[in-house]
């Protein structure tokens, strides 16, 4: 199988990243393709993968980001009681 025919057996919405990859610019571009065809296009396996010994496994793409830290606003109760004043005001 060649490079042009690999690419087309992937479902379209993953051709452009397999392009990509393929093109040999983007590092981050070849793991999302790989990632993307061990695990058969579905991006939420990559998600759950559970191959810890995998190389790429701390690098896979549509990982669960961890909770984002509060915001300025949300950590300061001035600043929070300030926007609540003001979406009061404002309606
Ligand atoms: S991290 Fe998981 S999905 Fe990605 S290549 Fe390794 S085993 Fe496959």
């Known amino acids: 199988m ?3 025919s690999y690419i087309e ?3 379209e919405s993953c ?3 397999m392009r990509r990859a393929f093109a040999g610019n983007s590092l981050r571009a070849a ?3 790989k990632c993307l065809a061990c695990c ?3 991006r939420e396996d990559i998600t759950h993968c559970r191959v810890t010994i995998c190389p790429l496994w701390h690098l ?3 990982q669960v980001k961890a909770k984002k830290r ?3 606003a949300q950590r300061s109760p001035a600043k929070a009681s300030y926007a609540e004043e003001q979406s009061q005001v404002n309606g």
Do not use: H, K, L, S
Request: charge should be positive; charged fraction near 25%; hydrophobic fraction near 30%.
């Open 2 to 4: 060649d490079v042009e």
């Open 9 to 11: 057996q992937a479902p």
């Open 15 to 17: 051709r452009g990243v």
């Open 31 to 33: 793991i999302n393709a």
């Open 40 to 42: 058969n296009y579905v």
């Open 60 to 62: 896979r793409p549509y």
């Open 70 to 72: 509060p915001g300025r």
